[in-house]
């Protein structure tokens, strides 16, 4: 309970702000979801610290308008800014977006897996089938890193140690909504199963938590560090399909500007603390290390883990796209 209670009250300020961020010249991010909420306020930051920041979604109309508030918001000018269409909820959009984007930049310094669905209206499938959550904050992401991961490995070979990252969506869900004990229920497959639309919004943040965690063995290897973070709550689009009285309360009184939340992924994506040793680390709101729940961890051990066969089962869903 006390993990809970410190995601949510009694926050340290963030260490890590517009206002001590270091300058980003020559080094590019790609941010999903980059033209709303919590990653059009990263989006902002990085920008007016001269990097070269991409966002990558699905409406080219929301990003003309998020990519001119971002121009005037930066006093000089900063560094460059453009977009990347994908639809996360359509697995045969993402290569060609990704083909398009390496045939642009011969670098990727940072991928921030920002963008997500929260309780859509049940039943919601993506263009694949699958429960619109599994597709758009697990499936797609995962496709993503998976073709965007010869560009970062090349980027981390001629990089400072540890500062080429991967950062994966977490959630206090994970603690609060996902299934207990461990996190995530899935088939003889490893495909999670279908527990209520809310649960379904945990597993899926639990299975970010597993994607860092596993993606975190190849970092000596390859050197590309990986960390899942709960951005905080905050009041953002995410929050559009919740009704109810617990909406409103949480609403009213638990619920953060969205700018923290964007501290807690400059945090994860730009903080020395975060050495390739603690690859696989996660983070907590405004940008700390956390601990996962005692049954996540350990649905994270075992030959095979349950993790493991999540992963596997990503692997297939999405190789027929790579």
């Keep these: 309970m006390g993990n809970v209670v410190s995601q949510i009250f009694f926050i340290p300020p963030p260490t890590l702000t517009e206002k001590n961020c270091p300058d980003q010249t020559g080094r590019v991010f790609l941010v999903t979801g980059g033209y709303a909420g919590v990653g059009l306020e990263l989006c902002k930051i990085l920008y007016a610290h001269n990097a070269t920041v991409w966002i990558a979604g699905r409406s080219a109309a929301k990003a003309e308008k998020a990519i001119a508030s971002i121009k005037a918001s930066a006093t000089p000018a900063g560094g460059r800014i453009d977009f990347l269409q994908l639809d996360l909820a359509d697995l045969s959009t993402i290569k060609p977006a990704i083909e398009s984007f390496t045939a642009k930049e011969t670098r990727l310094d940072v991928l921030v897996n920002n963008a997500g669905v929260m309780y859509p209206p049940k039943g919601t499938l993506d263009a694949q089938g699958n429960d619109i959550q599994f597709g758009t904050n697990l499936l797609g992401p995962y496709l993503v890193y998976r073709l965007l991961r010869p560009l970062l490995q090349q980027t981390a070979a001629n990089s400072p140690t540890g500062t080429v990252r991967v950062a994966w969506a977490g959630s206090v869900a994970v603690h609060v909504r996902a299934p207990r004990p461990g996190g995530m229920v899935v088939d003889a497959d490893g495909r999670p199963t279908d527990q209520g639309v809310m649960s379904n919004y945990g597993q899926t943040k639990v299975g970010n938590a ?65 050495t390739p040793a603690k690859s696989g680390a996660y983070v907590y709101p405004w940008g700390r290390f956390g601990d996962l729940p005692a049954g996540v961890e350990a649905s994270m051990k075992g030959e095979p883990s349950v993790a493991d066969k999540f992963v596997e089962w990503c692997e297939r869903e999405t190789r027929p796209f790579a």
Aim: proline fraction near 6%; charge should be neutral.
């Design 210 to 274: 597993f994607f860092a965690r596993h993606f975190a063995k190849t970092t000596a290897e390859n050197g590309v560090v990986h960390v899942a973070f709960n951005p905080g709550n905050l009041r953002t689009e995410l929050q559009r399909h919740w009704r109810g009285v617990d909406a409103w309360v949480t609403d009213k009184f638990l619920l953060y500007p969205p700018i923290f939340g964007a501290y807690t992924e400059l945090w994860s994506v730009l903080t020395p603390e975060l």
